[in-house]
Every structure is written in structure tokens, then in C-alpha cells.
């Protein structure tokens, strides 16, 4: 009888249960850190220079406003990622520091010292309105309000962030260890169960109520793969042991299964609240004797 050939390397020969490939840019975002947050940090290094071949006063103008300058880009690259992690998600509060705002405020001072030190006040105060005005509108302003809050326990979303920020020290602890194995594809594998985990994030982000049913995975399940990724990373870089990779994949298999279907049970359970309260609204109106075809007006009336 013919015998289907199948081997380690066959492509036939996945288990049933493995967990399907996600595309590799399934679930990111295109970063808007680029060339323009660089360049704000290498624009102002022509004052540093200039400021140790001038007078002390004017030498420490210069290094003022090169300071400024700096600082400015800085808290403009931390503004980009608080803007970048509030719209990755759905349920999120405003930055607590309007970090691209005072950026745009510092860079104008930082422009208008320069200007009042090289040339006088009019020209500061053009290098001042020029600089804030194009910094604002080169990095547009912070959110400035809270996103998909409505109805939402303030104090349970309040508990949800600390589990999440926790959880996501776990997951960034995961990625510097498996760094130390010097392996891409179990680089790869790791930010594929993250992508898992952080859907997981999403679902109690947006829904509170399920904090209770995710707390285990969320904190004891994560803590125990950032462990075991520390403690394999370890042994790996050591010994290649290609066992010891086979069966850290199985184990990331196993917890990336778990966490994908405690999610799809989460989004169930939503699902049949909902279903619950569109029937208890349904039960009270037809209490109070409101019926669908005589709520709706009739043609021609």
C-alpha cells in the first residue's frame, strides 16, 4: 500500500494542535519614530560647537538653548510612544504629561534663545514662533482625552492597568532573555506568543469584568514563561541543546494555545452577557406593552 511520506522538515507534518503561523506583521502598527525625532536630536549640536568659541556669557546661552533643544526632542520621542501605545488601544487613558506639546513649547525657547544670543529680540522671538509652530505642526499635539471609557469602572480600569503594566514587564523580560540565545526563529517564536498574550490584554482592557478569569493568566502563567525563557536562554547560548529547543517550542505551543482559547472564551462570555441584557430589555418592554410593529410608524403616516 502507498505510504504518505512525511519527516521533521515535511510540511505535512505539523501536530493538529500547533498553533497556525501568523502573518509577521499581524497585529503592528507602522512606528512614527523615524528620521524626524533623529533629526531633532542632531539639529541643535551646531550651538554646542558654536558655544566653546564664544564668550562665557554667550557660551552658556548657547549651551542653555542647546539643552533645551535636547530636552525638547527627548520628551517628544517619549510623547510619540505614549501616543503610540494609546492607539494601539482601544480603551486607554490621555497621557498624564502632554509630552509633544511642551516639546513644541521647549523647542520655540530653545530657538528663541539662540536667536536673542547670535543676533537680538526681534530675530528671537521669529526663531521662537517658527520653531513651535513647525515642531507643532511636524508632531501634531498629544491625546488629550481618554478613549472608549464610557461606562467603564474607573477604579476596575484602574486595577486592569497595574495587571497589564505587570504583565507587560514579564513579556519584555521574556524578549531580552531569548535575545541572550542568539536564535532568530525562536526570537520570532517568542513575539509570536506576545502577539498572542497582549490580545488577551486587549479583551480585558476593553471589558474589566473578565480581570477575574485573566488574573491567573496574566500574572502566574506569564511569570512562570518569563522564568522558564530566562532559564532556557541560559542553557541554550551554553549548549545548543537542540532538545532543549524542541521542547521549549512545545512549551510556548501549549501556552499560546491557552492563552488563545482563554481569550476566545473571554469574547463567549461577552458575548452571552450581551445576549442576556437584549433579553431582559426585550422581557421589560413587552411588559410595559411596547411591541416592535407598533413602535414603528406604518407607510403613509
Sequence with gaps: MARRFGGEFSPKS???????????FHG?????MGGRVNALFLAPLPLAVRAFFAEPVRLAAFLAAFGLLILAAWLTREGLKAQMAYEARKVARRPALPRKIIGSVLTGAG??????????????????ILGAGLHFLAFGPDPLSDKGMDGIDTFQQDRVARVIDEAEKHLAAMTDAIRRAGDRGLEARVEQFQTTAREMFRTVEEDPRDLTAAR????????????????FSDLYSRTRDSGARTDYEAFLNDLEQNFAARTAKLLLDDRADLDIEIEVLRERLQREGVRPEEAMPHNGE
Excluded at 505539523?14 to 509577521?24: G, I, L, T
Excluded at 503592528?28 to 512614527?32: D, F, G, P, V
Design 14 to 24: 505539523a501536530p493538529k494542535d500547533a498553533v497556525p503561523p501568523r502573518h509577521p
Design 28 to 32: 503592528k502598527r507602522a512606528t512614527q
Design 111 to 128: 530657538l528663541g534663545l539662540a536667536g536673542m544670543t547670535a543676533h537680538g529680540p526681534a530675530e528671537a522671538v521669529v526663531f521662537a
Design 216 to 231: 491567573r493568566y496574566l500574572v502566574v502563567y506569564l511569570l512562570g514563561a518569563r522564568d522558564a525563557t530566562i532559564k
